[in-house]
């Protein structure tokens, strides 16, 4: 019998369309927002009775993760301690106890079928290593370079006609004290003259790539839900699509089964269940692979398109099928 667990955070909507279908579909579930671990969650593993209890005190209900038969893994976040008379240092002492404490259970729950494996999320986060495996896949990509060294920034910057896009390799974000704030993709209009400035970190440059549009292929197993984004109506949206998403049409389209059956080999290649890929459009109406988020957001996609990717995910939990 399906026992789900979902694992996320307590603000994290996407896992709120999962719920629902799973209430839907009469599916035994616990969602276990791990930012809760320590507040409102607390758990007991008990290694010599084979017992591995999580119990959420607001809703009184509890979980024997020993009976789990498959995982959504979705956004986890640990939890913010606050004790007034505890230092910064046992502060970080108990992060990371609470830390090694998750990635126990999420070991725990290693014969259990995820979507997707997390440590395979993990590998799969890499943009360089997603472009080589592309690549091996026969997906056109763009001309690609990851550098700190000066010349040789310089260089591509000049084979690329002085057209580039420069991008975050990592996610972009920046914590600030209060408040965080995210790096886009933008044009380079040049080079900086200080050398500094290049060495001083990998810069990752891409050929810019003039586009009919954006395509967001969110891949469930072999269920393939594209969708054209129409970022090249709104100037602010030309380069990076995610500045105005909310503003933005989008519609359904056909992949070319070519596409399609390369998006499945992707997912394979990288031991997903999952992935969110992004193509651009070019002029010629080719697909040129941007990247793929293995945990990526898509419960906007199913608002305004009304894919039934919650109802899609929820089948593949229960079915095991890919």
């Known amino acids: 019998m399906t026992k789900v667990l979902i694992i996320s955070n307590k603000s994290d909507i996407t896992s709120d369309f999962i719920v ?34 999580l119990y959420d005190t607001i809703k009184k209900e509890k979980v024997n993760l020993a009976g789990i038969t498959a995982v959504y893994f979705r956004r986890p976040e640990l939890p913010i301690i606050e004790y007034d008379d505890l230092n910064r240092g046992e502060i970080n002492l108990i992060q990371n106890e609470i830390l090694f404490t998750l990635e126990g259970i999420y070991k725990l ?7 997707s494996p997390i440590y395979s999320i993990r590998e799969a986060e890499n943009k360089i290593f997603q472009l080589e495996v592309a690549k091996e896949l026969n997906l056109k ?6 550098s700190n060294q000066y010349e040789d920034v310089n260089e591509f910057y000049s084979n690329c006609d002085e057209n580039c896009i420069i991008k975050p ?9 209060n408040k965080s704030k995210v790096i886009y993709t933008n044009l380079l209009d040049k ?14 440059l891409q050929s810019h790539i003039l586009k009919n549009g ?17 970022s090249q109506e709104d100037s602010k949206t030309k380069v990076d699509w995610r500045i105005n998403q909310d503003f933005l049409k ?9 596409i399609h059956n390369k998006c499945v080999k992707l997912l394979r290649h990288l031991n997903l269940r999952f992935g969110a890929i992004d193509f651009v459009l070019d002029k010629n109406e080719e697909f040129i692979f941007l990247e793929i988020n ?15 990717i919650s109802h899609e995910i929820t089948n593949l939990l229960v079915n095991e099928s890919f």
Not at 141 to 146: D, E, G, L, R, T
Not at 169 to 177: A, T
Not at 250 to 258: A, G, K, N, Q, Y
């Open 294 to 308: 293995p945990n990526g957001q898509w419960a906007w996609i199913e608002k305004l398109t009304g894919y039934q």
């Open 169 to 177: 390799i990592k996610s972009g974000v920046i914590e600030e004290e």
């Open 214 to 230: 954006d395509v967001r292929v969110t891949m469930v197993g072999e269920k393939a839900f594209a969708t054209m984004i129409h």
């Open 191 to 204: 080079i900086p003259s200080s050398r500094e400035q290049i060495n001083s970190c990998p810069n990752f």
């Open 109 to 115: 729950l290693r014969k259990a079928y995820w979507i």
């Open 141 to 146: 990509i763009p001309k690609s370079i990851v």
């Open 20 to 53: 629902k279908q799973l209430k839907e579909k009469e599916i035994d579930f616990f969602r276990f927002n791990t930012d809760e671990l320590t507040k409102t969650i607390s758990c007991t593993l008990d290694l010599h009775k084979n017992s591995f209890i």
């Open 250 to 258: 989008h519609t359904r389209i056909e992949l070319p089964s070519d």
